[in-house]
Each structure stands twice: as C-alpha cells, then as structure tokens.
Nanobody, 126 residues
Framework: QVQLVESGGGLVQAGDSLRLSCTAS????????MAWFRQIVGKEREFVAA????????ATGDSVKGRVTISRDNAKNTVYLSMNSLKPEDTAVYYC???????????????????WGQGTQVTVSS
C-alpha cells in the first residue's frame, strides 16, 4: 500500500507560478510511476503530467503543455508539479497518483494508477 500526501495548493493570481508537492510512503518510491491529475466539480479527472520511476521520459497534458514541469526526488520520496503562467481555467483540485508499474502505457488514463492522494485545491483568480 502507498500513501500519497499532496501539498502546495492555494489561491494565486493569473500569471503566477505555483509548485505542488506529493510525498509518498509505504513502498519503494523509485519503483513507482507518478502522475498528477486535476478535477473540476462535475467534470472528469484530467491528466496533467506523469513521470517514470527513474525520472525518464515524461508526459504532459495538452491543456498545460509548456506551462508545467513534473519532476521527482527519489531520495525524498516526492514528486513535484511546477506550474507557471497560471490561468483561471487551471482552477481545480489537483491529485497525485502512483502506479506500481515502472512504465505505464497510456499514462493519461487515470485507471492505470493504483494509488491516489486526497487532493489539493488550486484556485487561480483573474
């Protein structure tokens, strides 16, 4: 079992930057594929970014491409999501996810992930 705890959300203004963190416990972090998703009430969970277990090739969602960077520090059991040029439409609850597979096919599919955090709210004001 893996426990994921997100932090770093909050209220920011359009154009600001923000970095979210997700710390994992319960399993060797370096073997997990990690990802970020976001969700607005009433809408489906949307893929944001994913990173392979050894920090290899990443994937980024189309709606945030060029504005977000996903990274990981295996020594700290933490994955980060750095976001810049934030827009009001980025307002959502951001979830950290983990997969037991070091390489996840179709990483944009939330069904590929085994563990989820509780989420952290990001609100971008105009």
């Amino acid at each position: 079992q893996v426990q994921l705890v997100e932090s770093g959300g909050g209220l920011v203004q359009a154009g600001d930057s923000l970095r979210l963190s997700c710390t994992a416990s319960g399993r060797t972090f370096s073997t997990l594929t990690m990802a970020w998703f976001r969700q607005i009430v009433g809408k489906e969970r949307e893929f944001v970014a994913a990173i392979r277990s050894i920090g290899g090739p990443t994937a980024t969602g189309d709606s945030v491409k060029g504005r977000v960077t996903i990274s990981r520090d295996n020594a700290k059991n933490t994955v980060y999501l750095s976001m810049n040029s934030l827009k009001p439409e980025d307002t959502a609850v951001y979830y950290c996810a983990a997969s037991n597979n070091p390489i996840v096919l179709a990483p944009t599919n939330p069904g590929r992930y085994d563990y989820w955090g509780q989420g952290t709210q990001v609100t971008v004001s105009s």
